[in-house]
């Protein structure tokens, strides 16, 4: 592999230890996706999407992500993953050192999420980031919530499910139309390209838990974010649960 292939690359051919090819007349885009929030007792869960294209596409490109929607064709030649990547035009200096949104402190994730929205400017990637609430993981289950925080930050994308490999951390999964995705477990701490989408929806996430927090002043939501603290199960026994807490998460707290 060439000396200039950059770290993101070799640690996805590390992790893809694994038969698969690819039509390379086909595959434009490379997309990480991560989520957070699963597990708090409020507020919702958020999934993160990182897309960079395997042609080094000018920012004033980005935004035609999806303007190419043409079928995919089995008769198309194939190539290995490691001479996609290879070829691929990907930034170093972007990917160098990122780590997974939980291994970071709060002020290296807001570091990274400001180099990810500066990348975004200078064309060098897109983002996106769904956000999926409390009424809907009570009402559907919090798979339900993550698959569709996935479908909307793809949707959100615009990039052909036909031309994209999709990388998604842990269990999580694309839609069945996006021919071309793996599901890797921890990649958020060994794909870096899903670590940017791990960092993407945590910071967001928080954000809008510590805006939540003025509107419900009782909870402490800018501190724990929703986690279930010991002061969190204190303040909702006390208090009661508000609008965005989770109820299906409480039974065992509200006995």
Known sequence: MASETPDVLDAMLKLYNLKMSLPTSRIRFIVGIDEAGRGPLAGPVSVGAVVVSVTAIAAKKLKL???????????LPLLSLSKLFSSAKFHHSLFQGVKDSKMLTSASRDRWFKKIKTARKEGKLDYRVSCVGSKIIDRKGIVFAIRLAVKRSLEKLGVSPHQTLVLLDGSLSAPKHFLFQK????????VPIISLASIAAKVVRDKKMIRLSKKFPDFG???????????????????GPCEIHRRSFLRGILR
């Open 65 to 75: 992500f999806s303007s190419q929607n043409s079928s995919y064709s089995s008769s």
């Open 183 to 190: 599901t890797i477990i921890r990649g958020d701490q060994t």
């Open 221 to 239: 939501f800018n501190a724990h974010k929703g986690y279930g603290t010991l002061s969190h199960r204190r303040k909702i026994r006390k208090y």
